[in-house]
């Protein structure tokens, strides 16, 4: 089966004066005395919808603990998370819970599809728990899986179960997808196909979409990147042009 086209938009979206995540000082430290590791050394960043945003670094750099605070699946030791005002560092566990539900998207490297179940079903299982979802069907067309409504887990290459992962973390109309290695267990040709899917889904729901990843190459499909070392942003750029997917081989 071909690789399904997606339409290539390019440019920046207007930063908005009010951020999405507005993060000052966050730490993250793991176990306590000698023991003690940390994963975050004091993050500064503000976020803006409809972003596309690459966090890059290496393993430990402290990457995926950041995407898990932002995504209310881990907490801060320290400093302030801000989700449109909300402190996300002072919920309790039912608060983050309705954070997580109403408001993100996850897509992981591995997919964590429902092997009995179609791709309709798969996401469909979102659509049942969420507020205002869009139809399962809708979802998939937008990741180019239109014809593959019907069809299971074992009758579908790695790159169209990523494409029904991302269709079922969109299915319920998040304002932020969360992207852990999206691309990590996938070749590269199929790799692409699904950054084609996430570019599509962030400037046609204008939904703000972070991707992290070690792969250099994958940050010049962003609007900004931020690369990390030892729980540090080091770095900050902007591109001036958002790269398209097909474009980039690694």
């Not at 089966?1 to 009010?18: I, L, N, R, Y």
């Not at 196909?193 to 792969?215: D, F, K, S, W, Y």
Request: aromatic letters at 6%; glycine letters at 10%.
């Amino acid at each position: 089966m071909s690789a399904p086209t997606f339409p290539v938009q390019s440019g920046s979206p207007a930063v908005a004066a009010e951020p999405v995540y507005h993060v000052r000082g966050l730490t993250r430290v793991y176990g306590q005395g000698e023991a003690a590791v940390t994963a975050l050394a004091g993050v500064d960043l503000d976020l803006h919808a409809g972003e596309l945003i690459v966090l890059l670094g290496a393993s430990g750099s402290g990457k995926s603990t950041l995407l898990n605070n932002l995504g209310g699946l881990d907490t801060p030791t320290g400093g302030t998370l801000h989700y449109r005002g909300w402190d996300l560092g002072a919920a309790d566990e039912d608060g983050l819970t309705r954070y997580r539900r109403d408001h993100v998207g996850f897509v992981f490297q591995f997919y964590n599809l429902i092997p009995s179940l179609t791709a309709r079903e798969n996401v469909a299982l979102i659509t049942e728990i969420a507020r205002d979802p869009m139809p399962a069907e809708e979802a998939l067309h937008l990741v180019g899986l239109g014809a593959r409504f019907d069809h299971f887990s074992a009758q579908l290459s790695g790159g169209e179960q990523q494409r029904v992962a991302i269709a079922r973390a969109i299915a319920k109309r998040p304002e932020v997808l969360l992207c852990d290695e999206p691309t990590g267990a996938l070749d590269v040709h199929t790799g692409i196909t699904v950054l084609e899917a996430i570019a599509h889904i962030n400037r046609t729901l204008g939904t703000l979409t972070v991707i992290i990843t070690h792969n250099a190459i994958i940050a010049d499909l962003a609007d900004r990147v931020f690369t990390l070392s030892d729980g540090r942003i080091v770095s900050e750029r902007a591109n001036p042009r958002r790269a398209e997917a097909r474009s980039l081989a690694w």
